[in-house]
């Protein structure tokens, strides 16, 4: 009875969801709030929360996964299979989009806080700024290092804006997407502009070509959501898969152009 009663609201709430996708529909079906209720009831307080307390593993706890947490996971797991079991699209629970640093992404994925949330979200919006001053550097700051001076302040200055309004303004999900979107297509048509006008001159800058493409191709998983394959390997998981490789060529490129460079001003000295 209690299986039918929950596909029953399973099936309530997806008629009665409007028409446009909206992002975690999950995590707001009456099915899965009944469940999360219930089992919060039943296990995070008195005898339950203790025997709970009791059997949870040490790297659980050292992580600060609560009793909440334990049912909210629970629970996403029955109300996906309600919703194979009823042949509806596995929707998307807890759902956040996020471009990522590899070391803040570890912890934030480790363990979902406020406060690993937002250093993913600002370490991310760094490493892309971090690749245009870079790219600043490479293509005008070698001739003019006063203005990659410069540049490099207002990146700091952006960044530092940026920062500031979603801490104390409001965490906006699509301003923060929107943004780093922008500065994506900056670095991206930066990048490829110089790569253009010097692929003749120097033979090893189709690595840069394929690094940026990639990344900004690999970059649209983000904006996917599907349910994972396996029920382990979603979008944003192969998304950073995918990433390691790509860095790996652009360690190359770096290489070879920092050879480039050296041996390009050890001939300057030698005219001289």
């Known amino acids: 009875m209690a299986a039918k009663g929950a596909a029953l609201l399973l099936l309530l709430g997806a008629a ?9 529909q999950g995590d707001r079906e009456p099915v899965y709030r009944d469940c999360l209720a219930q089992c919060e009831r039943r296990n995070c ?25 334990d049912c909210k996971y629970e ?44 250093m993913d ?3 991310a919006s760094t490493v892309i700024l971090h690749s245009i001053y870079l ?9 003019h290092p006063a203005f990659a001076n410069a540049f490099g302040g207002f990146l700091v200055l952006f960044l ?42 120097l033979p090893y800058v189709w690595k840069c070509v394929v690094v940026v493409l990639l990344l900004q191709g690999l970059a649209l998983l983000e904006l996917l959501d599907f349910p994972p394959l396996f029920w382990i ?29 050296l041996k390009a001003n050890s001939d300057s000295l030698k005219i001289d």
């Open 16 to 24: 009665a969801a409007p028409g446009p996708v909206r992002g975690s």
């Open 45 to 69: 307080s008195g005898p339950g929360l203790r025997h709970f307390r009791s059997r949870q593993p040490l790297y659980m706890s050292l992580t600060g996964w609560t009793c909440r947490d």
């Open 75 to 118: 629970c996403m797991w029955l109300t996906v299979g309600l919703y194979v079991q009823e042949g509806y699209r596995v929707p998307q629970f807890h759902g956040k989009v996020s471009l990522n640093a590899w070391f803040w992404s570890t912890v934030f994925h480790t363990r979902d806080t406020d406060v690993t949330e937002k």
């Open 121 to 123: 979200y600002f370490c």
């Open 135 to 143: 790219c600043c550097v490479r293509t005008l700051g070698l001739k």
């Open 160 to 201: 530092a804006c940026h920062v500031s309004y979603l801490t104390l303004v409001r965490f906006d999900y699509g301003y923060n997407m929107a943004a780093n979107v922008a500065i994506g297509l900056l670095n991206l048509f930066w990048w490829l502009g110089w790569c253009v006008r010097n692929q003749q001159r």
């Open 233 to 261: 390997f979603d979008a944003h998981a192969i998304w950073h898969i995918s990433t390691i490789p790509v860095n790996v060529l652009f360690y190359s490129f770096l290489r070879d152009d920092s050879l480039y460079l």
